[in-house]
């Protein structure tokens, strides 16, 4: 049954059919040769989307969309500008800068790309960066969106792996600031060496001016990661009050939105967000019938015989999460994969939490990875170019990325030391 499944589930990849639909057409196929009954869909598929935390993720992607369309994004742009804009390359140091900030609120890397690259590769081009290179900056820029936290790929390995999304998410901090000074030391570096951005510091605000104007921008995620931390509120409370204090600012401080404008931003977020539910709901089928099958089980022995040491796991494992994310989107990966490999990796002796990073910023390359990397379809629209024409600019980026992957997996206190010290962990 479950062999049947997943050449199921690869035939219809391979015929370019959606990823959610895909999981669940071989799901059904698999009730139907194990002659269940088709109720178990309906229940396993409710079971999926009925759990409490997973309401951050509509919320935090309507956050997203009305720091978008309330001027926020704009103003956070200014900002870090302001900070890094005045070195040759500066533009681009501002796009990862940007992402990183506007990160700590969105929790969607699609959010981030759409929100800050429609401002920031018209930029770049203008510049005089090629298009090409300025997507490419932008799509990788983006994945913070889902290594910072709030995170939306960590709320779902928190709760299919039954992992504190809270400890998740300030585990996230230290990776999540890995891989922006990294980007942002590649990017100084290689436009040093081009030539490219001695005019980045152009029509720049100082840095009193701009953080005089993104104040309230810049309290926002104060507020929400301050709340989480502190014990004010959970990371699901939080991303309602993301929701309550990015439509005051946009309405009545910076009142860049217009009551008319609501209901496409809600038209937008319901969209993004039942997309998003569908694949869990499809997931979460197929996960209970291989764990059924007992596909977990035989995978975790058979990895615990092949992989004797942490180290030969974590390298197995990264390698195939890196090739599974080029094909299989990142929400649908964490949710298929989170119950069978965070138990073995529990048995070799690796942190869940620990393992939940490296999960999550290996997934997050799948964005930015041909073929079906969802971050470059966004930055190609942005940028009005085919996806093809920017693949050799991405490959550096790529490149930086899985450096800094690999110091993550092999150097686990980049992720824990700040964790062990909020939570009092030795």
């Not at 913070?144 to 039954?162: Q, T």
């Not at 840095?207 to 995620?221: D, K, N, V, Y």
């Not at 965070?342 to 990875?369: K, Q, R």
Request: aromatic share 10%.
């Amino acid at each position: 049954m479950s062999t049947a499944m997943l050449l199921t589930m690869l035939a219809c990849f391979a015929l370019s059919i959606s990823v959610a639909v895909s999981i669940g057409l071989s799901a059904v196929l698999g009730i139907q040769i194990g002659n269940a009954n088709m109720l178990i869909s309906v229940k396993e598929m409710f079971n999926a989307i009925n759990k409490f935390p997973l309401a951050a993720i509509p919320f935090f992607i309507l956050a997203g969309n009305i720091m978008e369309t309330g001027g926020i994004s704009r103003r956070l742009v200014e900002f870090a500008k302001s900070l890094v804009g005045g070195v040759q390359g500066g533009l681009p140091m501002t796009t990862v800068l940007t992402c990183m900030i506007f990160a700590s609120v969105s929790g969607s890397s699609v959010a981030t790309t759409f929100a800050i690259g429609a401002i920031l590769i018209p930029a770049l081009i203008r510049h005089g960066y090629p298009t090409t290179w300025a997507a490419a900056l932008q799509a990788t820029s983006a994945e913070l969106g889902v290594v910072i936290p709030p995170s939306i790929p960590m709320i779902l390995y928190g709760v299919s792996a039954e992992v504190s999304i809270g400890e998740l998410f300030i585990a996230g901090i230290g990776p999540g600031l890995l891989i922006s000074g990294a980007l942002m030391l590649f990017v100084w570096l290689y436009c040093k060496r081009k030539g490219w951005g001695k005019s980045d510091g152009e029509g720049r605000l100082s840095p009193a001016r701009a953080t005089l104007q993104a104040g309230w921008a810049l309290l926002m995620p104060v507020i929400i990661l301050g709340g989480i931390y502190g014990g004010v509120f959970t990371p699901t409370e939080a991303s309602a009050v993301a929701v309550f204090y990015a439509l005051i600012v946009g309405m009545l401080i910076y009142r860049e939105i217009r009551p008319g404008d609501l209901l496409g931003i809600f038209r937008k977020s319901v969209l993004s967000s039942a997309v998003i539910m569908f694949i869990i709901a499809n997931a979460g089928l197929f996960a209970f019938l291989i764990t059924r099958a007992g596909v977990p089980d035989a995978i975790g022995h058979w990895l615990q015989q092949v992989l004797q040491s942490p180290g030969w796991f974590l390298l197995g494992v990264n390698v195939a999460l890196f090739l599974i994310g080029m094909f299989i989107a990142t929400s649908a990966a964490i949710i298929v994969l989170a119950p069978i490999l965070a138990p073995v990796a529990m048995h070799f002796g690796i942190d869940p939490v620990h393992f939940g990073l490296i999960m999550v910023v290996n997934l997050a390359l799948g964005m930015v990875t041909p073929p079906f990397g969802v971050n470059l379809f966004a930055a190609c629209t942005v940028a009005r170019i085919s996806l093809d024409r920017m693949v050799r600019d991405l490959v550096p980026f790529v490149l930086v990325v899985l450096g800094c992957l690999a110091l993550i997996t092999y150097f686990p206190d980049i992720a824990l030391t700040l964790r062990d010290w909020v939570y009092g962990k030795h």
